[in-house]
């Protein structure tokens, strides 16, 4: 019942209100019937009673008992069975001993006191002084009258009524009754249902407008509910303001939303340059060093590998900016690692930095080189800018365990909780002239080749630590 909707539990709510009320009142009706039937049996009693007392006082004064009897007898003689007719009638003297009944068969005059079993005290007793005289057994309602000669008593008239003979009466009044109630409520019942109905309607609607308040994917919002400015009312008009404001401020979310694209575009697209210059400067200071020496058969061949491990990079760049990594035919060599310090060195004479480079690998890993190469020469120059003129960057790469371990250490400023905590996410500002693009693609880089990234930073020291498994597939 508690889950049933209010389109059903309202009305059948009225409904059951209108039936409680129905039999309440159907329930008091009968009883009030019953007790009438009781005061107009005991008031017909109490006439009959007085009337028969005064017929019967003179004959028994004389002792006369055949008298008396023939007018009990009278009493039923050419009469129709009646609820208000005693079943029988007797009379006792002050011992209790039957006198005459309008029964002497079941009631013949004997020396003994008359067997009417627990009432026959009460019955035979004088009644006390404002007494009725009524006295209720299980199954009778006994009548005793005084029956007096002036002053002085000749004994007591006892009319005995059977419970059972009021109860055909009772039952056609309450047929009667139940009726009219049946007959009631088969108007009332749907009356109440309809206004139960009436009544639930706004709340219905009211429902509808406050479901679809949380749901972006709906037209404008329009809550228009029907109904006077009761409390139902006064609500109505605050859910309409709540979705009128709710309305506003999807239009302005839309509106950040696509200002909030168009900037996204552009820190995109400023990363993307910064992650492209990287490569470009090393090959830059390449050709300027094949431009002095460009005779030497050497630093040809060195020229060569780094333009050509630089445009290598740039793809590798931009498939991370997909983050998407494709094995490569080409293992990681120690070579590859060593580039990196050439590729960054630009960065460090300008910023007049120490750099200590600890390259450990003594052979190829089973490992993409083009991605732990640029996972490497990113935090390398991330290093090389967050360190302050004149500090220091050291870089270790060793194989351990099946593992390879990048570290690289920066003497520059600790990086605080907040910025700690979104350091990795993508278009977050980074450090000076960064954009924060470089961390999120490392990161993303590192976890699409099996690995984990880790990061320590206090005030003088940043520890950046990357642990790649050796020889899983990608």
Same mark, same amino acid.
């Given at each position: 019942?508690?889950?049933?909707?209010?389109?059903?539990?309202?009305?059948?709510?009225?409904?059951?209100?209108?039936?409680?009320? !129905?039999?309440?009142?159907?329930?008091? *009706?009968?009883?009030?019937?019953?007790?009438?039937? $009781?005061?107009?049996?005991?008031?017909?009693?109490?006439?009959? !009673?007085?009337?028969?007392?005064?017929?019967?006082?003179?004959?028994?004064?004389?002792?006369?008992?055949?008298?008396?009897?023939?007018?009990?007898?009278?009493?039923?003689?050419?009469?129709?069975?009646?609820? +208000?007719?005693?079943?029988?009638?007797? =009379?006792?003297?002050?011992?209790?001993?039957?006198?005459?009944?309008?029964?002497? =068969?079941?009631?013949?005059?004997?020396?003994?006191?008359?067997?009417?079993?627990?009432?026959?005290?009460?019955?035979?007793?004088?009644?006390? @002084?404002?007494?009725?005289?009524?006295?209720?057994?299980?199954?009778?309602?006994?009548?005793? =009258?005084?029956?007096?000669?002036?002053?002085?008593?000749?004994?007591?008239?006892?009319?005995?009524?059977?419970?059972?003979?009021?109860?055909?009466?009772?039952?056609?009044?309450?047929?009667?009754?139940?009726?009219?109630?049946?007959?009631?409520?088969?108007?009332?019942?749907?009356?109440?249902?309809?206004?139960g109905w009436r009544i639930a309607r706004p709340l219905r609607? +009211?429902?509808?407008?406050?479901?679809?308040?949380?749901?972006?994917?709906?037209?404008?919002?329009?809550?228009?509910?029907?109904?006077?400015?009761?409390?139902?009312?006064?609500?109505?008009?605050?859910?309409? @303001?709540?979705?009128?404001?709710?309305?506003?401020?999807?239009?302005?979310?839309?509106?950040?939303?696509?200002?909030?694209?168009?900037?996204?575009?552009?820190? %995109?697209?400023?990363? *993307?340059?910064? &992650?492209?210059?990287?490569?470009?400067?090393?090959? %830059?200071?390449?050709?300027?060093?094949?431009?002095?020496?460009?005779?030497?058969?050497?630093?040809?061949?060195?020229?060569?590998?780094?333009?050509?491990?630089?445009?290598?990079?740039?793809?590798?760049?931009?498939?991370?900016?997909?983050?998407? *990594?494709?094995? &490569?035919?080409?293992?990681?060599?120690?070579?590859?690692?060593?580039?990196?310090?050439?590729?960054?060195?630009?960065?460090?004479?300008? $910023?007049?930095?120490?750099?200590?480079?600890?390259?450990?690998?003594?052979?190829?890993?089973?490992?993409?080189?083009?991605?732990?190469?640029?996972?490497?020469?990113?935090?390398?120059?991330?290093?090389?800018?967050?360190?302050?003129?004149?500090? @220091?960057?050291?870089?270790?790469?060793?194989?351990?365990?099946? &593992?390879?371990?990048?570290?690289?250490?920066?003497?520059?400023?600790?990086?605080?909780?907040?910025? +700690?905590e979104r350091l990795f996410e993508p278009l977050v500002a980074g450090g000076e002239g960064?954009?924060?693009?470089?961390?999120?693609?490392?990161?993303?880089?590192?976890?699409?080749? !099996?690995?984990?990234?880790? *990061?320590? @930073?206090?005030? !003088?020291?940043?520890?950046?630590? =990357?642990?790649?498994?050796?020889?899983?597939? +990608?």
């Amino acid at each position: 019942m508690a889950s049933l909707s209010f389109r059903y539990r309202v009305p059948l709510d009225i409904s059951l209100v209108v039936l409680v009320t !129905g039999i309440g009142i159907a329930g008091v *009706v009968l009883w009030h019937d019953y007790r009438s039937l $009781r005061a107009d049996a005991s008031e017909s009693a109490a006439r009959l !009673g007085q009337t028969l007392a005064r017929a019967l006082a003179p004959d028994l004064k004389l002792d006369a008992r055949w008298p008396a009897y023939r007018t009990l007898s009278a009493l039923y003689s050419g009469a129709d069975p009646s609820w +208000l007719l005693p079943a029988y009638v007797v =009379v006792v003297d002050p011992a209790g001993r039957t006198v005459v009944a309008s029964d002497p =068969v079941r009631f013949p005059m004997s020396l003994e006191p008359l067997a009417l079993g627990p009432e026959r005290a009460e019955l035979t007793a004088p009644p006390p @002084s404002g007494s009725r005289g009524e006295v209720v057994g299980p199954d009778w309602i006994y009548r005793a =009258v005084p029956v007096m000669a002036g002053d002085l008593p000749l004994g007591t008239l006892i009319l005995a009524f059977s419970k059972r003979a009021l109860w055909p009466r009772f039952y056609d009044s309450a047929l009667r009754v139940l009726a009219a109630t049946g007959a009631l409520l088969v108007l009332l019942l749907p009356l109440g249902w309809w206004v139960g109905w009436r009544i639930a309607r706004p709340l219905r609607e +009211l429902e509808g407008c406050v479901a679809r308040l949380g749901d972006s994917a709906d037209p404008p919002l329009a809550c228009k509910i029907s109904g006077p400015y009761d409390e139902l009312g006064r609500l109505r008009a605050r859910v309409e @303001s709540v979705a009128a404001r709710l309305e506003e401020r999807r239009a302005l979310e839309q509106q950040v939303i696509r200002s909030e694209r168009q900037a996204a575009l552009g820190r %995109l697209a400023a990363g *993307v340059a910064h &992650e492209i210059n990287n490569p470009l400067g090393g090959m %830059l200071t390449a050709i300027a060093m094949y431009k002095r020496h460009g005779r030497d058969e050497a630093v040809t061949r060195q020229t060569l590998s780094l333009l050509e491990r630089g445009l290598d990079q740039i793809r590798q760049i931009v498939s991370a900016l997909l983050v998407e *990594v494709r094995a &490569e035919p080409r293992d990681l060599t120690p070579k590859d690692i060593d580039d990196i310090a050439e590729l960054i060195a630009p960065q460090v004479r300008k $910023r007049r930095l120490s750099l200590q480079w600890d390259n450990r690998l003594s052979c190829d890993l089973p490992l993409p080189a083009g991605p732990v190469r640029q996972v490497l020469l990113n935090l390398a120059l991330n290093a090389a800018q967050a360190s302050p003129a004149g500090g @220091s960057v050291e870089v270790v790469a060793e194989s351990r365990d099946d &593992e390879l371990c990048l570290r690289v250490i920066n003497a520059g400023d600790a990086i605080d909780e907040a910025r +700690l905590e979104r350091l990795f996410e993508p278009l977050v500002a980074g450090g000076e002239g960064g954009s924060g693009l470089g961390l999120w693609v490392t990161d993303r880089t590192v976890h699409q080749l !099996g690995g984990a990234i880790r *990061v320590h @930073s206090e005030p !003088g020291t940043t520890v950046f630590e =990357v642990v790649l498994p050796v020889g899983e597939p +990608l």
